[in-house]
């Protein structure tokens, strides 16, 4: 009788792990996750050529495709869902296009790729321009959306390995903001000169950092390190714009 327990508790137990197995492999984050993992390196650059052939991508995109955002259960599960399906649509116009340079040379209309290439929603269709001004900036009024949005170019914020969650999209958002203001290659404080250069990303966007009355330099001097950040606070400073490097953000 003991014998028959035991073999009855392991049969069941194999099939509760196989089970939570087959639950964890399918879910859409997971999926993205292992994506993001294979082909994206930790500073950011992606394996296009890879990723090509990966036909677990396309489930992915299908899922973005079928799925309604209106029926998630939270805001914070809406905002990580079309910030992941910015960056999924960002890959996925690259790869029709691939191989290219730059996503500037798509189209003849200047940043067509943006503008004008569409991509399959519940509800029809939609643009990367459409997506980033109406679906995330107007809906969401969250600045820190600018720093985890790639577009697939060198002087965008990094496309990090892992997907948009709600349950830690907090700390993802804090730790992006940290990440992209202190990349010396994005944003730099000259001392000697009183020089704050940052990225054009807060020229083209500066309503969404300043929305509550402040200034750019205070904005951005509450992601500095604590030395940049208390000089910018207590010294004149003055904001230079860099320019954008729209190279792909290739693995070479």
Known sequence: MKFLVLILV????????????????????????????RYVSADGFVNYKGLKEDKEFERYIEYLSNTDPDTLPSDKDRLAFWINAYNAFVLKGVLE??????????????????????????????????LENEKLREAFREPRIHFVINCASMSCPKLITETYRAEKLEQQLEAQA????????????????????????????????????????????????????EFVRNNEVTIKYLGYDWGLNEQK
């Open 10 to 37: 392991l049969i069941i137990g194999h099939s509760m792990m196989t089970t939570a197995y087959a639950s964890e492999k399918d879910d859409p984050d997971s999926i993205f996750d292992a994506i993001l993992g």
């Open 178 to 229: 940290v990440s992209f203001i202190n990349n010396r290659s994005k944003n730099y404080l000259d001392k000697e000169n009183g020089i704050l250069y940052i990225s054009s990303i807060f020229k083209w966007y500066e309503g969404d950092f300043i929305k509550d009355g402040g200034t750019l330099e205070e904005y951005v001097a509450k992601y500095l390190n604590p030395d940049d950040a």
């Open 97 to 130: 296009e691939y191989p290219i340079k730059s996503v500037r040379d798509v189209g003849w209309i200047p940043h067509s790729f943006f503008k004008r290439r569409k991509f399959d929603i519940k509800h029809g269709k939609i643009t990367l321009q459409v």
